[in-house]
């Protein structure tokens, strides 16, 4: 059974930091890895996916890379700012639009 | 482009009661899914469907869950009779096959049963 872990649990920043997340997971016969970002009160939206080909997604600030091999995953963010406070989590479907098994979430917050 | 839609966005019901829990997919999008959020066990799948078809509900917690989706726009969670542990925030989400493309969650619905 796939197991998907999220260190750290939560960590703070001051604004302007770059930092990074982490991902791992059990079993590497994963499809894609995706992150997503949870604002308090709301549902989960997706930042980034990548493919299990690829080595590596950006969007803006954010970069997320995926080593199969060794089972983890990072989310890069460039430049933080408090608006990027919320929760992050890494999701690894079984088969493509299959169930996806969730990390815990790191909860990322940005002091101005 | 309207992203899934879920109704209502909050329900406060007595234990005992039947709670009915609504969602609209994306447009377009075949497969659908059913989740629960808690502090203790964080995200859990509880059913999804394709096209229509529930595929696999193993995570549905007993029979007094029950989910339909009657339509390629809507699906409906059903708990009857509800209690209090049943409190969560439940998610709908939607995508499509193929290649492999990210899930699109709606905002939720909270649920407290006292």
């Known amino acids: 059974k796939q197991e998907v872990t999220q260190i750290p649990a939560a960590l703070s920043v001051p604004e302007g930091e770059n930092l990074v997340l982490n991902c791992s997971f059990t079993d590497s016969a994963i499809y894609n890895l995706q992150w997503f970002r949870q604002d308090p009160g709301k549902g989960l939206t997706s930042l980034l996916l990548?493919?299990?080909?690829?080595r590596e997604q950006t969007s803006g600030r954010l970069n997320a890379s995926l080593d199969k091999s060794s089972g983890r995953s990072t989310l890069y963010i460039a430049a933080s700012q408090p608006g990027d406070s919320a929760t992050y989590l890494c999701?690894?479907?079984?088969?493509?639009?299959?169930?996806?098994?969730f990390g815990e979430g790191t909860q990322l917050t940005v002091n101005p | 482009d309207a992203g899934v839609i879920q109704s209502p966005r909050h329900e406060v019901t007595e234990m005992g009661q039947e709670v009915t829990l609504r969602c609209k997919p994306i447009s377009g999008h075949d497969y659908l899914f059913w989740y629960r959020q808690t502090m203790m066990r964080g995200l859990e799948l509880l059913i999804y469907?394709?096209?229509?078809?529930?595929?696999?509900d193993s995570g549905m917690p007993e029979d007094r869950f029950s989910a339909k989706m009657p339509n390629a726009s809507f699906s409906t969670l059903k708990i009857q009779p509800s209690e209090p542990r049943d409190s969560a925030v439940y998610f709908c989400?939607?995508?499509?096959?193929?290649?492999?493309?990210?899930?699109?969650f709606g905002d939720g619905t909270r649920l407290s049963i006292l």
């Open positions: 990548i493919q299990s080909s690829q």
């Open positions: 999701a690894v479907p079984e088969t493509s639009g299959s169930r996806l098994t």
């Open positions: 469907f394709n096209n229509n078809v529930p595929i696999d």
């Open positions: 989400a939607s995508t499509q096959s193929g290649g492999g493309q990210p899930q699109h």
